[in-house]
């Protein structure tokens, strides 16, 4: 028999049997009316996991895991606000349906079984997958990726402090709003939680605002693995900075107690605490999965016997708020009436096809203020004597730090955040002075956590701020990569584009530093990047492109809630020269700040028909090298900027190429799995019969002499555009 009816069989019996488990008296804090309604929660929570299991045996309903046993989140929800964010364990539906009695006109039931069935008129996620998430109960989706989606809401909870000072546009959160996050006691000791758990703590350590409420529901196992007695307790009463609460999730009163207590302190001090959450997992981790496989039968049923329910039962009779019998029939009507729900949720219609399921691959867009941009003496304010300068050609580095100065005047909502970004400016020096121009509140040095940077944008942008953070070095991203693959890029689409992360996230990343790095400061990969869906990708090769492309990237951030990597080629910052010392061939004049470079537009050097060198970032400035080489040799050549390197302007790079007789692709990153590949198979499907590559070699970058002996070098550009054009 599965676990799931023996729990609901021993409810039934021991419900009538007035047979309870012991635990304490209830506490003051609750009225009657609340503690039924926070009862009908659980009873609904419960008959939704039975119901989700028995959809699935029919065959209309998918992979889910349950909430029973975790039903105390309930109480949590009542201590809360639905004007403070959630962000939730996916045990959690008992929240979700307690806040929605909080919020007139919601549909509870009907809405959580439509995801069940993956319906695609389920209003969170539009039957794209099953997750507790609701707009109108201020509750983002979250995945079941462990631990994820706590740097973002460290990210939520600074931006209410900062949005106080410089309130945003599309703000949501007032000034008084906490944030809640909820987790698995297995989930705490994933390094993304501890490195929330760390930023949070070094936050508040500083005195700076940081109002979250970590829940976590402690029921002493992830799957199979059990977590040590004591340990949760152990590794989070000593943390600085943060607050611990401990209450018995199995008892509404004290858990209600408890959190109520715990959110009023975030909410008055604007600090950290921690509420550890007693619970128990009832019927295994999730699907089919049999606890008893792994766990003594003892143990699993002394388990069961601590059922939160009967604990509630008991409680309610003792406070005098219901009695057992009148228990057992809001629990029995509220599965009958959730089965016939179910009966007609699982005739709602499903996804059909590709677009359907693509179609929040891309967040729609908003309205924004038209900004008129600042005046003359704000601009020469903040500029200083650099303005005069504007009038010589410089270098990428600093044409990049002029456009982000133009761009925070044009939009207030704007903040920078990373490593080394304020009193040093960088380690390019690309962000200099910005922090004396804007103020630490708008340029934020954080601590030194990839995860913790990219959690603050994400979550700050979920706040109506318009984030532009940095990762120090393209190879530093992969400590962090899932907050941008499994959060930001997937929120508009498990939230049917009705959750967003606007960014333009800031890389200095590709090859050719000379005497500096190695691999971890020259990283020539960006395969992480460019198979996420619906991430846009820009590489620009010049400084004049450089800010004309980041004013776009920003645009499509604010306007069309896009979210968009900027590659900036290290080795091109300070270049200034091109074919000879002195030359100043590399440098560009400041575009003027209205002037843009729009999504998808290629740029063209050259009008050679001989040979177009198709190519980004570094491979420009080589290929214009070997274009000069090849003028000597007789063969004409242009080179193609792709600029946009995801999604890939394949139209615009056919375009460029047609009336040239070879094409040659350079590609500066690694044979296998970057720009080249799907380059070559592109021309290929475009009839193209004479073209050719050169990659970089499947290699790591080495340090001093030999920093560029894997990569193109403009004589290798130059000698197999000769090839091909058979000279």
């Known amino acids: 028999m599965p676990r799931s009816q023996i729990v609901h069989d021993n409810f039934l019996r021991r419900v009538a049997a007035q047979d309870f488990p012991v635990g304490k008296d209830p506490v003051a804090g609750l009225s009657a009316p609340e503690a039924v309604a926070l009862f009908r929660a659980q009873c609904l929570s419960r008959a939704l996991d039975r119901t989700s299991r028995a959809m699935q045996k029919a065959g209309q309903g998918f992979y889910t895991i349950g909430s029973s046993g975790h039903e105390g989140m309930a109480a949590v929800a009542h201590a809360l606000s639905p004007a403070d964010m959630a962000f939730l364990h996916y045990r959690d539906a ?155 999730g199995l008892d509404l009163y004290d858990t209600f107690r408890v959190a109520s207590e715990a959110a009023d302190f975030v909410r008055r001090r604007r600090k950290p605490a921690f509420l550890h959450l007693r619970t128990v997992r009832l019927y295994g981790h999730a699907g089919a999965d049999m606890p008893t496989t792994y766990m003594a039968r003892e143990e699993v049923e002394a388990e069961e016997a601590n059922d939160p329910l009967l604990h509630s039962v008991r409680l309610l009779h003792q406070a005098g708020a219901l009695s057992p019998q009148e228990a057992l029939k809001i629990y029995t009507e509220t599965q009958d009436r959730v089965t016939r729900v179910a009966d007609r949720a699982v005739t709602r219609p499903r996804l059909k096809s590709a677009a359907d399921v693509m179609a929040s691959l891309i967040p729609p867009p908003r309205r924004c203020r038209p900004d008129n941009g600042p005046g003359t003496d704000t601009r020469a304010a903040a500029f200083g004597p650099e303005l005069a300068a504007m009038a010589e050609p410089q270098p990428m580095s600093k044409l990049i730090n002029w456009a ?131 991430l846009i990708l820009a590489c620009p090769s010049n400084g004049a492109d ?116 070879h094409v040659l692709v350079v590609d500066e990153c690694r044979r296998s799995g970057n720009l080249s590949e799907a380059l070559m198979t592109h021309l290929a499907e475009a009839g193209r019969r004479s073209f050719a590559r050169l990659t970089a070699e499947d290699s790591f970058i080495a340090t001093g002499p030999a920093y560029a002996a894997t990569l193109p070098s403009a004589e290798g550009i130059a000698e197999a555009a000769l090839r091909l054009a058979g000279k």
């Open 94 to 248: 008992a929240f979700q349906i307690a806040r929605a009695d909080q919020v007139p006109g919601q549909s509870i039931t009907w809405d959580m079984l439509l995801s069940f069935a993956s319906s695609c008129e389920d209003p969170i996620s539009g039957g794209r997958h099953k997750v507790l998430g609701s707009a109108a109960l201020n509750i983002p989706p979250q995945t079941s990726t462990i631990a994820s989606h706590l740097p973002k809401a460290v990210g939520v909870a600074h931006s209410i402090g900062l949005a106080r000072r410089h309130p945003p546009e599309h703000r949501v959160l007032g000034d008084d709003a906490i944030v809640m996050c909820s987790f698995g006691d297995a989930s705490a000791n994933h390094s993304t939680a501890q490195g929330a758990f760390n930023t949070a703590s070094w936050t508040a350590y500083q005195a700076l605002p940081m109002p979250i409420l970590f829940v976590c529901e402690d029921n002493g196992i992830g799957i199979s693995t059990k977590t040590p007695k004591g340990w949760i307790a152990a590794a989070m009463q000593a943390r600085p900075g943060i607050r611990y609460f401990h209450a018995d």
């Open 404 to 534: 982000l100065t133009d761009l925070m005047l044009e939009h207030r909502e704007i903040a920078l955040m990373g490593e080394d970004v304020g009193r040093k400016g960088g380690v390019y020096g690309v962000t200099q002075r910005l922090q004396a121009r804007f103020g630490p509140d708008r340029v934020i040095d954080t601590l030194l956590d990839e995860q913790s940077i990219l959690g603050l944008g994400i979550g700050m942008a979920q706040n109506g701020f318009l984030p532009i953070p940095e990762i120090q070095f393209l190879a530093y991203l992969h400590n962090a990569e899932d907050q941008i693959r499994g959060e930001a890029a997937t929120l508009p689409f498990f939230s049917n584009g009705q959750y967003t992360n606007p960014m333009v996230l800031r890389i200095a990343g590709l090859g050719y530093q000379k005497g500096f790095g190695g691999h971890f400061h020259n990283d020539n990969s960006l395969a992480v990047l460019r198979d996420i869906p619906g």
């Open 546 to 661: 450089a800010a004309m492309m980041l004013r776009e990237c920003v645009r499509l951030a604010r306007e069309e809630q896009r979210l968009v990597v900027f590659l900036e080629p290290i080795a091109l910052y300070p270049m200034r020269d091109l074919l000879a010392e002195k030359d100043g061939g590399w440098m560009r004049l400041y575009p003027a700040p209205d002037t843009r470079i729009g999504l998808g537009q290629t740029g063209q050097h050259g009008t050679g028909r001989d040979v177009a060198i198709v190519t980004y970032g570094n491979g420009c400035y080589l290929s214009h090298q070997a274009m000069a080489a090849l003028a000597q040799k007789g063969v004409q050549a242009r080179v193609i900027d792709i600029r946009w390197l995801a999604p890939l302007p394949v139209d615009a790079i056919l375009r460029a190429t047609e009336d040239c007789a």
